[in-house]
């Protein structure tokens, strides 16, 4: 076997840890929902950190963006000013270039680092009480993004939701009855399911937990993803 | 065969694509002559890589006159007004150019690549927020991606948009109003036979050769 080779599949091994096995994959209405651009702000960050830690939701989001591309190559064209492209010229050399999210070394991916101000010691925690700790990162009236701390082998406290929950493991794992959830995981959750996470005993249980409580979310939906668009 | 599939993944070959030397005598992929339509998609790689590497501004006009009116057309359709939409379809193009090095032809078609770039800038707009973006995988700098990766994945690109032209109207419509951001179009129709699932296979292998090139 030659050397480029075998350091080939050492490379593979080190890289199959990167980023997780998936467990539970993310929904495809949802997937479909970000690439559009059609989520609640709140759902869009915990795509985007999902994202960030699974290749499996990454290969299957950039599928339903290639159908954007699709549709963009199949407009009408429009009337552009006669004048477009020198104004594009004269723009382009008066920006300023942009570093893109550079892949993060600590326990939130890049985009969640960009909403808390930095990784895990700058979250600021208010107490809930029994140890659970939360962090309200975003709110508006169609969802709220927040980061839960649950101590090991504790329980969530009991909450109800009328929309839809999305709850991504950034730190140790969690079970409820439909498994366990560990970095990278994550649990969506309809307003029919009540669960009663458990954090995982020896670590404390980070998530950021996205809820779409004040508009039901299955009416922002782009439904059509569901059944016929399955990938 | 126009290229050896290396099993290494780390051919550096994807300059064939960047020269734009694209020989219609050659460029046969395993076994299957490139249509037309697949030639185009290569074009626009090729001139991804010549306003990347060398701020080729002929390139950029040219992929400007094709992609401008269409990016314009898309954002008036998610509900810009005409002179907002002419304005946010200028910066769509010159974000373009800034970001050309960060485009990776082995995972998007350059119709692609701007439609996210169009659908971000939309929302900052029309939604008035920052959407957040994944973190972005970059190739290091000795790895670069497979030429053959980018072959395949620009003739999906290309079956994928023949896939959707030939769509009965009803449900080409209804895709087209989710990606315009029209939900009210949100009924349920029957399987669209769009080739998906090989374009996924395609995008999860560049994805794996690329956390290869970043271990």
């Known amino acids: 076997m030659c050397r480029t080779m075998r350091n080939e599949i050492r490379s593979y091994q080190k890289t199959r840890h990167m980023t997780h096995d998936v467990q539970h994959p993310v929904p495809d209405a949802l997937l479909m929902g970000y690439a559009t651009g059609a989520l609640p702000q709140a759902f869009d960050l915990v795509l985007a950190t999902h994202v960030s830690l699974c290749d499996d939701a990454r290969a299957r989001l950039e599928t339903f963006e290639a159908i954007g591309g699709a549709v963009l190559e199949d407009m009408d064209v429009a009337d552009i000013a006669e004048d477009s492209l020198d104004r594009t010229l004269a723009l382009m050399d008066g920006m300023q270039p942009v570093a893109p999210p550079a892949p993060s070394s600590g326990t939130f991916p890049t985009p969640l680092q960009a909403i808390v101000g930095g990784d895990e010691d700058a979250v600021r925690w208010r107490s809930l009480g029994g140890g659970v700790k939360q962090s309200v990162l975003q709110s508006d009236k169609y969802g709220t993004a927040r980061l839960l701390l649950i101590p090991a082998g504790r329980a969530m406290p009991p909450h109800s939701h009328r929309g839809t929950e999305m709850t991504l493991v950034l730190k140790g794992a969690f079970r409820d009855e439909d498994g366990v959830f560990a970095r990278g995981d994550l649990e969506v959750a309809d307003a029919a399911v009540n669960h009663q996470p458990i954090a995982e005993a020896g670590e404390d249980c980070i998530c950021l937990v996205a809820t779409d409580a004040r508009l039901r979310f299955q009416s922002l939906l782009p439904r059509i993803a569901q059944p016929f668009l399955g990938i | ?215």
């Open chain 2, 1 to 215: 065969m126009l290229l050896e599939t290396n099993h290494t993944g780390r051919t550096s070959d994807a300059g064939i694509l960047a020269s734009g030397g694209l020989d219609t005598a050659r460029y046969e992929v395993r076994g299957k002559i490139v249509t037309a339509n697949e030639h185009t998609e290569a074009q626009w790689v090729a001139k991804m890589s010549a306003i990347a590497q060398n701020k080729d501004r002929s390139a950029f006009a040219e992929i400007f006159r094709h992609f401008a009116p269409r990016v314009k057309a898309f954002l008036i359709k998610s509900g810009a007004d005409r002179s907002l939409a002419e304005d946010c379809m200028q910066d769509v193009m010159a974000t373009l150019w800034h970001k050309a090095h960060l485009y990776d032809p082995s995972r998007a078609s350059v119709a692609t690549w701007i439609f996210t770039i169009a659908r971000n800038r939309k929302i900052d707009l029309l939604r008035k927020y920052a959407r957040p973006d994944p973190e972005h995988l970059p190739w290091g700098p000795e790895h670069e991606p497979n030429a053959a990766d980018v072959i395949a994945l620009q003739q999906d690109a290309s079956r994928l948009a023949a896939a959707l032209g030939k769509l009965p109207a009803k449900q080409r419509e209804l895709i087209q109003h989710a990606y315009f951001g029209d939900l009210s179009h949100s009924e349920i129709a029957d399987k669209t036979g769009l080739p998906l699932g090989t374009i996924k296979s395609r995008i999860r292998l560049a994805l794996d050769r690329l956390r290869h090139s970043m271990g």
